[in-house]
């Protein structure tokens, strides 16, 4: 064939064909390697915006503080509360088990030794499941949260321990200081408000220091009971970074390092009065 058009006859469409040297395409081992290199980097750009996604222990840590340490602050609340509360009613509850009435000291003493025996916990779940949600106060409906009945929970144990370093602060005074005010005629109350428990303090002042560390530790068994301290708030704060496991000690471990800020230097201060107050 010459290329010249025959008379009469029909034209014929040829398939088409693509040259590769008229577009300039010729595949080399160069090109593969450049496909790799941008499969790479694109894979690269989409991993890294998923970590950005996935922040580090530390910086969820730093993004939720101020919420776990507002729940330690209620746990702190909470233990002086406790405390205050159970210091008041086992002075009065000490003092009864050294009345001279035989049946008030025997009653007393078997308050102080249930109390002081029974498991925090256990005491804590009676407390919120039997006291009500509410009460009625000359016609005015007073509600009791949670976090009241919690802390009316630890008071208990509170009281039977102070109920007893007050015993034993005022059996520990030597007996000739009571033979002493009785012969410049006080009375056996005013012996024992004036002349006796002064002395007392500074044998009561570490055991019950003492006693305040390990109530502070305590509250955190409220959690159990849906106070929402410090523990609780940490879980929930886990559940909302999605549960992920690399989470769970740093986030546990900030709770037990603020405690243990807390408490040690307690601690260390109980030691100290010990010293300072040592009888000898």
């Known amino acids: 064939m010459t290329g010249e058009r025959v008379p009469g006859a029909l034209p014929v469409l040829l398939p088409f064909t693509l040259s590769r040297t008229r577009l300039g395409l010729r595949p080399s081992p160069r090109h593969g390697a450049l496909l790799c ?3 790479a980097l694109t894979a690269s750009a989409a991993l890294a915006q998923g970590d950005a996604v996935r922040l580090s222990a530390l910086a969820v840590i730093v993004k939720w503080a101020p919420l776990l340490l507002s729940g330690f602050a209620f746990n702190i609340a909470i233990s002086l509360l406790a405390m205050l509360i159970g210091t008041a009613a086992g002075t009065f509850l ?3 088990m050294l009345a001279g009435r035989r049946i008030v000291a025997r009653a007393a003493w078997a308050v102080t030794q249930f109390f002081r025996n029974a498991p925090w916990l256990v005491l804590l779940f009676f407390v919120m499941f039997l006291v009500p949600f509410q009460v009625t106060l000359f016609g005015i409906r007073v509600p009791l949260p949670d976090w009241v009945k919690a802390t009316l929970g630890f008071s208990l144990p ?9 015993r034993g602060a005022v059996r520990s005074v030597p007996d000739t200081q009571w033979e002493a005010a009785e012969s410049l005629a006080f009375t056996r109350r005013q012996i024992l408000w004036r002349i ?3 002395q007392c303090v500074k044998r009561m002042l ?6 305040y560390a390990l109530v502070a530790m305590a509250t955190v068994q409220a959690s159990i009971v849906g106070v929402s301290e410090m523990l609780t708030l940490t879980a929930q704060v886990h559940a909302a970074e999605g549960g992920r496991p690399e989470l769970f000690a740093p986030l546990y471990g900030f709770a037990l390092l603020c405690f243990f800020l807390y408490c040690y230097p307690i601690t260390r201060w109980t030691e100290r009065l010990e010293r300072r107050f040592q009888i000898r």
Request: no cysteine.
């Open 94 to 96: 000490g003092l009864a």
């Open 206 to 211: 570490p055991p019950w220091m003492n006693v």
């Open 196 to 198: 006796i428990l002064p």
């Open 37 to 39: 290199v941008g499969t």
């Open 158 to 166: 509170v009281m039977a321990n102070v109920a007893e370093i007050v």
